[in-house]
């Protein structure tokens, strides 16, 4: 009896509610299906966004590092500049004196636009012998005991570019 008496009760909620259920349900996914294409067309967006970003900064990259020595090689022309002078006035003068001031003066000039762009010498002569400073070429015997174990003679300078080593000192080592 209680099923009929549901099947009733069904009978009795009106068609009219049953088409307002459906419509506000047609309604419900009409909008979802707006919002998931809105959301779609931000993650494309953004997406898009990304890819430029990545290919910007590739690019940008790539320009730095066929650009990072420019400074470096422009203040250098200076010097080179002035080593063309020397190699003129070497063959034209006679006066040692002046020659060797010459020269004095494109060396120091030199050094200076080096130490300018942070590159420094390292000091190795009467170190200790550190082998994350130095390349040890040879090993030679010492009357000093002072000197074992110590650098005695650098063969190559080494240097630091901004407290990075750029080359390390080749350098004979006391025993």
Do not use: W
């Not at 650009?67 to 080179?80: C, F, H, K």
């Not at 034209?92 to 001031?101: F, K, N």
């Not at 050094?111 to 030679?140: W, Y």
């Amino acid at each position: 009896m209680e099923e009929k008496e549901m099947t009733q009760n069904e009978e009795q909620v009106p068609a009219e509610n049953i088409e307002n259920e459906v419509k506000e349900t047609i309604t419900e996914i009409d909008q979802l299906k707006l919002d998931v294409e809105e959301q779609k067309q931000k993650f494309i967006r953004l997406y898009a966004e990304f890819d430029n970003f990545k290919r910007r900064n590739a690019k940008e990259r790539v320009d730095l590092i066929q650009t990072a020595g420019r400074d470096v090689i422009q203040s250098m022309l200076e010097v080179m500049d002035d080593c063309d002078r020397a190699e003129k006035q070497l063959q034209t003068s006679e006066d040692l004196q002046q020659i060797r001031q010459g020269i004095q003066i494109v060396f120091t000039k030199l050094r200076n636009t080096l130490q300018a762009k942070g590159v420094k010498e390292m000091k190795s002569i009467g170190e200790e012998f550190n082998p994350d400073i130095h390349e040890a070429i040879t090993e030679i015997p010492v009357n000093d005991p002072s000197m074992v174990g110590k650098v005695v003679d650098e063969v190559e300078k080494g240097y630091t570019l901004n407290d990075k080593i750029i080359r390390y000192s080749k350098v004979v080592v006391g025993k």
